[in-house]
Nanobody
């Protein structure tokens, strides 16, 4: 059974940084597009960033220049580096594999003003 385990969330002040990790098992991230989504209270889940097997990245407009998605194939782990965090970035962040519709359990990110 595929597992995606997120970690790295927490409480941070506006302007701060966090790095989220998504450790995958029973799936090889290097040959799959990987994605990060987020869902704020009362809002729809939205796509934050993707990285393809070829390394191409794409970002939600509101996070461009602040967030960076990357992966470590040796560790089979995907990362989301989040800098210059804003209160509106507060959400549960999920790791996702589009090809197989696999979701992680989510990690809470809270940005205080």
């Amino acid at each position: 059974q595929v597992q995606l385990v997120e970690s790295g969330g927490g409480l941070v002040q506006a302007g701060g940084s966090l790095r989220l990790s998504c450790a995958a098992s029973r799936i090889t991230i290097s040959i799959n597009t990987m994605a990060w989504y987020r869902q704020a209270p009362g809002k729809k889940r939205e796509l934050v960033a993707t990285i393809t097997d070829g390394g191409r990245t794409n970002y939600l407009d509101s996070v461009k220049g602040r967030f960076t998605i990357s992966r470590d194939n040796a560790k089979n782990t995907v990362y989301l580096q989040m800098n210059s965090l804003k209160p509106e970035d507060t959400a549960v962040y999920y790791c996702y594999v589009p090809t197989y519709n696999y979701w992680g359990q989510g990690t809470q990110v809270t940005v205080s003003s």
